[in-house]
């Protein structure tokens, strides 16, 4: 079996170098979580959210998924957003999506996985939801290059996924109690590193205007 060596050496490599900095680091991270953020992400491994806005471990809970989908149905995705919300008491949700992301790419070429192996595929019907999102603005994407439509796309896809963690009953609820917690829609530029408020936000107040 193989044991991946170079990432335990990586690893010691980066425990040492933060303690170096601050030798009450790793002390403090583990008497404490109370992250001011959730993080909903792509799982592109060039898409890291703590590197990407500059913030150390313990300052953003995260959760992941191809093509940052926020579904009703995804109990994993639910369950971190109430754990955000109820316990950690975040006050704000950031969905975060990408330029050049593969899922939103196969469901705009309307790839099925499963014709290439001959197997049922989850990805198939996960892709499904972006399929959702193109019909959806289907005038709009109308007449779009390629690449922008691709574009607009993964735009398009953080503002529905926005609006679905914004209806969430968990959401709903903190907001119904007076949480101080707001949505964003963002997407990350992987050709220059740069992120981009596509000014999609909500909060308690925002939200009882729609």
Same mark, same amino acid.
């Given at each position: 079996?193989?044991?991946?060596?170079?990432?335990?050496?990586? #690893? $010691?490599?980066?425990?040492?170098?933060?303690?170096?900095? =601050?030798?009450?680091?790793?002390?403090? /991270?583990?008497?404490?979580?109370?992250?001011?953020?959730?993080?909903?992400?792509?799982? =592109?491994?060039?898409?890291?959210? *703590?590197?990407?806005? #500059?913030?150390?471990?313990?300052?953003?809970?995260?959760?992941?998924?191809?093509?940052?989908?926020?579904?009703?149905?995804?109990?994993? +995705? $639910?369950?971190? %957003?109430?754990?955000?919300?109820? %316990? /950690?008491?975040?006050?704000? &949700?950031?969905? !975060?999506?990408?330029?050049? !992301?593969?899922?939103?790419?196969?469901?705009?070429?309307?790839?099925?996985?499963?014709?290439?192996?001959?197997?049922?595929?989850? %990805?198939? *019907?996960? /892709?499904?939801?972006?399929?959702?999102?193109?019909?959806?603005?289907? @005038?709009?994407?109308?007449?779009?290059?390629?690449?922008?439509?691709?574009?607009?796309? !993964?735009?398009?896809?953080?503002?529905? @996924?926005?609006?679905?963690? +914004? *209806?969430?009953?968990?959401?709903?609820?903190?907001?119904?109690?007076?949480?101080?917690?707001? &949505?964003?829609?963002?997407?990350?530029? %992987? *050709?220059?590193?740069?992120?981009?408020?596509?000014?999609?936000?909500? =909060?308690?107040?925002?939200?009882?205007?729609?």
């Amino acid at each position: 079996m193989k044991k991946l060596a170079k990432l335990f050496k990586n #690893n $010691l490599q980066w425990a040492e170098k933060i303690k170096r900095e =601050d030798p009450s680091f790793f002390k403090n /991270l583990s008497q404490q979580q109370a992250p001011e953020y959730l993080w909903i992400g792509c799982s =592109d491994s060039r898409v890291p959210a *703590n590197q990407i806005v #500059n913030l150390a471990p313990g300052e953003v809970f995260v959760h992941r998924n191809i093509a940052n989908v926020v579904v009703h149905t995804d109990l994993n +995705c $639910l369950s971190v %957003i109430q754990f955000a919300v109820d %316990i /950690l008491k975040v006050k704000h &949700i950031i969905v !975060c999506g990408h330029y050049g !992301c593969g899922g939103i790419h196969a469901a705009m070429e309307k790839t099925k996985y499963g014709h290439k192996t001959k197997k049922v595929c989850l %990805i198939d *019907n996960w /892709l499904g939801h972006i399929e959702d999102v193109a019909r959806f603005h289907k @005038q709009e994407l109308k007449g779009l290059s390629k690449k922008q439509h691709h574009k607009r796309l !993964c735009e398009l896809n953080v503002i529905e @996924q926005v609006k679905n963690v +914004c *209806n969430t009953s968990v959401v709903n609820k903190a907001w119904n109690e007076g949480a101080d917690l707001t &949505i964003h829609g963002w997407i990350y530029d %992987i *050709n220059n590193g740069i992120l981009k408020d596509l000014k999609t936000g909500h =909060d308690r107040s925002t939200k009882r205007k729609n």
